[in-house]
């Protein structure tokens, strides 16, 4: 690691999460200042790269500038006051619970525009897309730095409309629909998230998450809390989401372009998950309490359900859209990622931190990889991409098809990948849960989660089989392989999965002294 001052940590911190909005500014310019291109949607397009970029490296430098020593310490802090009256701040800071996953948020985003810019999806102006790309990543990178409460909601917002356009006017069949849907479900989602976290905010008298978490605030009752925990819950359960507030997923993957697909699954769920991390565990404890039996039951029943709709459209002639079962598998596997944060436990909430990475990497190679078959074949259709490459990827794109075989048995939890450690510990969390909790009631939650680990195992078998193994036909069309520009967006992807997955001291020592002060810091 190196070493860097304070000041130019807060500064490379202030230039993630507004370095982007400078950038979405600047590419509707008529002529954007990024590299010169054949043509000014080449232009526009590089420059979205160079934007993205840019905020990669201010995010590697800022974790190479990390100190790794003290992890639960809020670092490259920025804290000036906004709105007196009602003690807002600008309150910027990391730890070791948002490091990692504005890392991930730099990372995909610049995939997204490195692969846009060799393959920019079919709709209005570059400009717009670019634009909007960088105002979405933006807010999602705020979402992880800010520590007061209204700052957050205004980050957590902030992401909404430029999905929905690019859902609107970059998105496929049944477009209007699914980003209709999409935006009224987390609009009405935060609403009622705004009023728990004003409640919070007013009783305290004050919206600074640290002070929250680490100060005892005697106006925040049990009743008040239980109130503040319903409201806020279920603004971040929309977002998660959590069976039964999920039905919008489906629909906006499906109809999502790729690069969209990518950014919400792999950051803009992550945003759901932090917020009861991040907020209701440390701050209204004994809500969380009232409520984690539930949640951890609302976890198991997403868990299998969403594994036993993967099954339902993997099934031969049941007209399963492969977009469509990948987002039913975020169902599922953030299930897990609830259960571990339901424990109430260091083990199981560091599973969730574990599982909101690997679920990041791994299911935005997935979606990539189905933006690529889609792009070569023309749909993601199983029953029709089974005869147009007579089952056989393997033979007719071999690169393609042992990548999609990968993504599948990572996303199924093979020891030795990343999405193995984040659903065992969340297994583990939930079978030794904190000590105010039922454990006959989580041993019950923990069961029926591991019988979904098979059925996952199921289904993304079934995929593989049907999808990439099998005689290679002596006619129909052939398939390009991967190409460079894949392999360079997806290459990190790969590495990243197995790193996580041989070496994952690497992300949980960062997580698990941070989730221990969280917890310290919040019990009452």
Known sequence: MIDISESVMQVLLAFIVVGPLIGAAAALLPAPPGLKGKSPEQAVL?????????????????????????????????????????????HLGIDGISLPLLVLTALLTFLCALYSYFKMPSGPSPKAFVALVLVLESGTLATFAVLDLLLFFLAFEMVLIPMYFLIARWGGEQK??????????????SVVMLLGLLLIGLKAGTFDMV???TDNHPALTTSVQVIAVLAIGIGLAVKTPMWPLHSWLPDAHTAAPTVGSVLLAGVLLKMGTYGFVRILLPITPDGMSTFAPYLAAFAVVGIIYGS????????????????????????????????????MTPTGVNGALFANIAHGLITGLLFFLVGALKDRTGTTDLDTLAQQTGAALYGKAPRLGGLLAFAAVASLGLPGLAGFWGEMLALFGAFDPADDLSRPAFLTF??????????????????????????????????????????????????????????????LGLTDPAVQQLFAGGTR
């Open 46 to 90: 590089r420059h979205g790269v160079s934007v993205t970029g840019a905020v990669l490296i201010a995010a590697i430098v800022l974790t190479l500038g990390f100190d790794h020593d003290h992890p639960s310490k809020m670092q490259a802090t920025t804290d000036i006051s906004w709105i007196p009256a009602l003690d807002v701040r600008i």
């Open 176 to 189: 209007q629909a699914a980003a209709w849907k999409f935006i009224l479900y987390t609009l009405l989602g």
């Open 211 to 213: 002070a929250l978490a």
């Open 308 to 343: 036993l709709a993967c099954l339902a459209l993997a099934k031969k002639g049941a007209k399963g859209d492969l977009k469509r079962l990948i987002a039913y598998s975020s169902v599922g596997h953030m299930g897990f990622v609830l259960l571990g944060i339901a424990s």
């Open 446 to 507: 923990m069961t029926i989660a591991a019988f979904g680990t098979l059925l996952t195992a199921a289904y993304m078998l079934v995929v593989v089989r049907r999808v990439c193994m099998g005689a290679v036909p002596q006619e129909g069309p052939k398939l390009a392989d991967v190409q460079s520009y894949e392999f360079a967006a997806w290459t990190p992807l790969v590495v990243l999965t197995v790193i996580a997955g041989l070496w994952p001291k690497a992300l």
